[in-house]
């Protein structure tokens, strides 16, 4: 991802979390890690993220989605003997969140996916989460979730975080952050 | 503390998270845990709590605080071999809070105590956090904070949280959670 448009979505973030009433230090604001997963496509895949702390107990980010914009499908796989992986906690705080987990498939789920990325969403049972609504995930479970038409804004909490860890379904995905 | 004082101040914190644009279900909004530590005496030493999860991993809760109010002085103490005892992140999101910890004492703190609670606090290293800002507490260490003169709205996030094992300075200290 180009430097100017990772700069253009942090503005377009922070934008998004100023209106929503959640405060950031000017250092945060500038420091918003935008993750395209290296499929060169932000507007449909990718996630603006906030990490407030990440330590080896728990970790609490603010994850920003811009209108229908897609977090790719991945588990959080165990870690060690005492670590079965990654559990985490998504709180919906502004605009609506269409998750989809491991499970029956809902038979008309509310995402609207590229035709392109179709092929690596294989989960496909819907919770729809809206603000003060909120879903917590096993570890080593797929899931992948998409905004509604207006983005959204996430609390999660969870377990510590290791985003190098992740698995992900679409064999291209690079999770490397992205800074300016 | 009488029911209908807890349902009181339960509408009052209600009031200030809506303000703030920290969206509750209803359901959280009717559970707010109101603590006033068996002392008492919520307008000077209480907090309101909502807790959105706590499991074995993590805890996340938003704390609401009156102008002025306290939480007394207390410690998260070793639980396990394995677990050092509670550690803790505060987020300021609204108004500022006055955070007292283990250190060289402030010289002039900005807390203002009534004489009665005063032989119960103990730290005096001064933390001013105002929205946006936030600080980690260790386990183990002893801590008590008060909210400015408009009240504060605090997130916190945490390894898992016990407070039946908390230790409070103050031995008349009961940490009972009161519903209505």
Chains 1, 2 share one sequence.
Not at 51 to 69: D, G
Request: glycine share 6%; charged share 25%.
């Amino acid at each position: 991802m180009k430097k100017s448009i990772a700069e253009k979505m942090r503005r377009r973030a922070s934008g998004m979390l100023k209106r929503a009433g959640i405060i950031l230090t000017r250092d945060e604001a500038a420091a918003i890690e935008v993750a395209d997963f290296g499929l060169n496509d932000i507007e449909h895949v990718g996630l603006e993220i906030v990490t407030y702390e990440n330590n080896s107990r728990y970790c609490a980010k603010e994850l920003v989605m811009f209108p229908r914009q897609i977090c790719p499908e991945h588990r959080h796989p165990p870690l060690s003997a005492g670590n079965s992986g990654k559990q985490e906690t998504f709180r919906v705080r502004w605009g609506k969140v269409f998750l989809y987990t491991e499970g029956e498939p809902t038979p008309r789920p509310k995402a609207r996916v590229p035709e392109r990325h179709r092929k690596t969403l294989t989960v496909w049972r819907e919770i729809v989460l809206r603000p003060g609504q909120q879903y917590t995930l096993p570890p080593n479970t797929l899931h992948w979730f998409q905004a509604g038409d207006e983005g959204a804004i996430i609390s999660e909490f969870s377990s510590s975080s290791d985003d190098a860890s992740d698995v992900f379904t679409e064999p291209a995905i690079q999770r490397i952050p992205v800074y300016a």
